[in-house]
């Protein structure tokens, strides 16, 4: 077990974590004031976390739940094909990994924040 492989917060990545976090984009800032500080059903939530070589949005570790963000950036075949494979490594991990256009968290935000919640498996 002393030579499990560090999947979570690799030491390489910090500098790039730190910088998606200062350049973060409109919408994950604004998601982030609800999910901050256990506000939402006290679960604690990080910010630009990494597992394995992947940075995602936002991670609840007690939920093993990753919430990412997506912009118009994501709309291309690429990008999207590139979000597929993410996610199936994700969840291979067991790794739970839900997303939501960057418009839905401004436009829908109780309908995001209450899908999060349904994704929690029980209430603290």
């Known amino acids: 077990m002393a ?3 560090r999947i979570h917060t690799r030491k390489e990545l910090q500098e790039y974590r730190r910088k998606l976090r200062t350049d973060g984009t409109p919408a994950e800032a604004f998601l982030w004031k609800y999910l901050k ?3 939402l059903e ?3 939530f990080q910010r630009q976390h990494s597992i394995e070589y ?6 609840c570790a007690s939920e093993k739940l ?15 094909e590139k979000d597929q494979k993410r996610t199936k490594r994700l969840n291979e991990l067991g790794f739970t990994v839900i997303r939501f256009e960057n418009k839905m968290v401004f436009d829908h935000l109780p ?4 899908e999060i919640s349904d994704h929690f498996k029980e209430s603290k």
């Open 3 to 5: 030579n499990k492989k």
């Open 54 to 59: 992947y940075i995602v949005d936002f991670y």
């Open 66 to 80: 990753v919430i990412e963000l997506d912009g118009e950036i994501h709309n291309t075949p690429q990008a999207q």
């Open 37 to 39: 500080a256990r506000k």
């Open 42 to 44: 006290r679960r604690r």
């Open 111 to 114: 309908s995001v924040l209450n």
